[in-house]
């Protein structure tokens, strides 16, 4: 039997039926089944070849990975390929993987040692993965898969979160380990309890002085509220909570800074509450009467921790040269503390004081007004005596003296209210002044009704 002339001629019958099978399996029965033989012959072969070729590289691939050469990539991938041709493997090559599995695991690890945090969290979370996949390829083989599902799990919960713990210990917090702490930050939130993670970072926050200078306070303020989300909140929230805290430090250029860019209510908060007497000494040396702030000193002064500064003396000079000025002497004995200190009697003779200019100035308005009154009668009599000097008629003469009385009465007038104003005013006194404002109310009364007589009767 010629098989090639067979095959010939069933392949001419297939052709010439247009691919009917049925037709062909009718005229050629055996035709078909050699046909299908060939054809299972050829996918078994195949199947076998492909087979043998998939073992060889698994043994290839278990030969290369002991290649000290190799780099963390190397390892990774195959890694990914040992998962791939596991199922496939001779019972030698599950033999030689389940020997060196623990080697191969160490290896790569190692090639991690050198690298920077932001890198180890994407390598570890990168060979965490791939052991899953090993975990899951080698299922067959439960004792293997579950080894290589825990050597997942402890990448990511031993070795990966000891990594940022030792980091975090020896944190600097600058600009520099910005994107290292972005790196941990974004880690973080990608897991189910970000804190297992963020805990470790705020530990170490947790001891840095954020008052200590003007370079982590700018640095605190600069930070991406987006990017470091928790650790923004936790730092920003310190920052600030070092100005409600009485006994916290803060250095003297974050002040000056505050001071100087329009944050001096923050400043004057912090020195006002500030109850380290040590630290409250070395600011009142600094800044107490330097900065020719009159609101900035009372601010120290309305502090009571007990230093050493004489603040009596201060403000003794100030309420002695500013003795006529009524708007400051009230801002200082109405300032919080400024009673204790120049004592309670000084305090009360200085709101006498404010009291008294401020009615002598009323007394000097209502003066004027009545000083005013008596220059208008002069003008009316010069202008009456010019009139006289001609022929002064009856009518003319009447208006004239009308005009006199109408004089006399508001300058009678203007003297009875000043007379009120002052018995008004001498009723708030005390008795040690109360004659004195008598005398000068009835001086001051015939001053002004002399006045306006005088130059009328002499016009």
Same mark, same amino acid.
């Given at each position: 039997?010629?098989?090639?002339?067979?095959?010939?001629?069933?392949?001419?019958?297939?052709?010439?039926?247009?691919?009917?099978?049925?037709?062909?399996?009718?005229?050629?029965?055996?035709?078909?089944?050699?046909?299908?033989?060939?054809?299972?012959?050829?996918?078994?072969?195949?199947?076998?070849?492909?087979?043998?070729?998939?073992?060889?590289?698994?043994?290839?691939?278990?030969?290369?990975?002991?290649?000290?050469?190799?780099?963390?990539?190397?390892?990774?991938?195959?890694?990914?390929?040992?998962?791939?041709?596991?199922?496939?493997?001779?019972?030698?090559?599950?033999?030689?993987?389940?020997?060196?599995?623990?080697?191969?695991?160490?290896?790569?690890?190692?090639?991690?040692?050198?690298?920077?945090?932001?890198?180890?969290?994407?390598?570890?979370?990168?060979?965490?993965?791939?052991?899953?996949?090993?975990?899951?390829?080698?299922?067959?083989?439960?004792?293997?898969?579950?080894? +290589?599902? %825990?050597?997942?799990?402890? !990448?990511?919960? =031993?070795? *990966?979160?000891?990594?940022?713990?030792?980091?975090? &210990? @020896?944190?600097?917090?600058?600009?520099?380990?910005?994107?290292?702490?972005?790196?941990?930050?974004?880690?973080?939130?990608?897991?189910?309890?970000?804190?297992?993670?963020?805990?470790?970072?705020?530990?170490?926050?947790?001891?840095?002085?954020?008052?200590?200078?003007?370079?982590?306070?700018?640095?605190?303020?600069?930070?991406?509220?987006?990017?470091?989300?928790?650790?923004?909140?936790?730092?920003?929230?310190?920052?600030?909570?070092? +100005?409600? %805290?009485?006994?916290?430090? !803060?250095?003297? =250029?974050? *002040?000056?800074?505050?001071?100087?860019?329009?944050? &001096? @209510?923050?400043?004057?908060?912090?020195?006002?509450?500030?109850?380290?007497?040590?630290?409250?000494?070395?600011?009142?040396?600094?800044?107490?009467?330097?900065?020719?702030?009159?609101?900035?000193?009372?601010?120290?002064?309305?502090?009571?921790?007990?230093?050493?500064?004489?603040?009596?003396?201060?403000?003794?000079?100030?309420?002695?040269?500013?003795?006529?000025?009524?708007?400051?002497?009230?801002?200082?004995?109405?300032?919080?503390?400024?009673? %204790?200190?120049?004592?309670?009697?000084?305090?009360?003779?200085?709101?006498?004081?404010?009291?008294?200019?401020? &009615? @002598?100035?009323?007394?000097?308005?209502?003066?004027?007004?009545?000083?005013?009154?008596?220059?208008?009668?002069?003008?009316?009599?010069?202008?009456?005596?010019?009139?006289?000097?001609?022929?002064?008629?009856?009518?003319?003469?009447?208006?004239?003296?009308?005009?006199?009385?109408?004089?006399?009465?508001?300058?009678?007038?203007?003297?009875?209210?000043?007379?009120?104003?002052?018995?008004?005013?001498?009723?708030?006194?005390?008795?040690?002044?109360?004659?004195?404002?008598?005398?000068?109310?009835?001086?001051?009364?015939?001053?002004?009704?002399?006045?306006?007589?005088?130059?009328?009767?002499?016009?």
């Amino acid at each position: 039997m010629d098989i090639g002339t067979d095959i010939e001629s069933f392949f001419a019958l297939v052709q010439s039926s247009n691919f009917n099978f049925a037709e062909v399996y009718a005229q050629s029965p055996m035709g078909v089944y050699m046909f299908f033989g060939v054809l299972l012959a050829v996918i078994v072969v195949v199947f076998l070849m492909k087979r043998a070729l998939t073992r060889a590289s698994a043994m290839r691939t278990l030969s290369n990975i002991d290649n000290p050469e190799n780099s963390f990539s190397d390892y990774d991938l195959y890694m990914q390929k040992i998962a791939k041709v596991f199922s496939a493997a001779t019972p030698e090559f599950h033999e030689i993987l389940n020997s060196n599995k623990r080697s191969y695991y160490k290896a790569q690890l190692k090639l991690l040692e050198t690298l920077e945090i932001d890198d180890k969290i994407v390598k570890y979370q990168q060979m965490s993965d791939t052991y899953m996949l090993l975990s899951e390829a080698t299922s067959a083989d439960e004792d293997l898969s579950l080894y +290589f599902s %825990n050597l997942s799990t402890e !990448i990511i919960t =031993e070795k *990966l979160h000891s990594e940022i713990g030792d980091y975090a &210990k @020896e944190l600097e917090f600058n600009e520099e380990s910005l994107s290292s702490i972005e790196s941990i930050v974004r880690y973080a939130n990608s897991l189910e309890d970000p804190e297992v993670v963020l805990s470790k970072l705020k530990s170490r926050l947790q001891n840095i002085d954020f008052g200590s200078g003007l370079d982590i306070f700018m640095f605190v303020r600069s930070l991406n509220s987006e990017t470091l989300l928790q650790v923004y909140d936790f730092c920003t929230k310190r920052q600030n909570e070092l +100005f409600e %805290n009485s006994r916290a430090i !803060i250095s003297s =250029e974050i *002040l000056d800074y505050l001071l100087e860019n329009g944050e &001096k @209510e923050k400043v004057y908060n912090y020195i006002k509450s500030l109850t380290l007497a040590t630290y409250l000494q070395e600011l009142n040396y600094k800044y107490f009467n330097q900065r020719d702030s009159l609101e900035f000193d009372l601010i120290f002064i309305a502090n009571k921790t007990e230093i050493n500064s004489d603040y009596k003396t201060y403000l003794e000079v100030l309420l002695s040269d500013n003795w006529r000025n009524d708007t400051y002497l009230e801002i200082l004995v109405g300032s919080e503390n400024v009673s %204790n200190v120049i004592g309670h009697l000084q305090n009360r003779q200085v709101i006498e004081r404010v009291d008294r200019i401020r &009615k @002598e100035v009323v007394e000097k308005q209502i003066l004027d007004e009545a000083l005013h009154t008596a220059r208008q009668a002069e003008i009316i009599a010069l202008e009456a005596k010019n009139i006289a000097d001609g022929n002064l008629s009856k009518a003319q003469a009447e208006a004239l003296e009308k005009a006199k009385s109408i004089t006399m009465s508001q300058a009678k007038e203007n003297a009875q209210q000043l007379e009120n104003e002052l018995k008004k005013n001498e009723d708030e006194k005390q008795d040690d002044i109360k004659s004195e404002d008598d005398s000068v109310t009835v001086e001051v009364k015939k001053e002004v009704e002399q006045i306006a007589y005088t130059d009328a009767k002499e016009k």
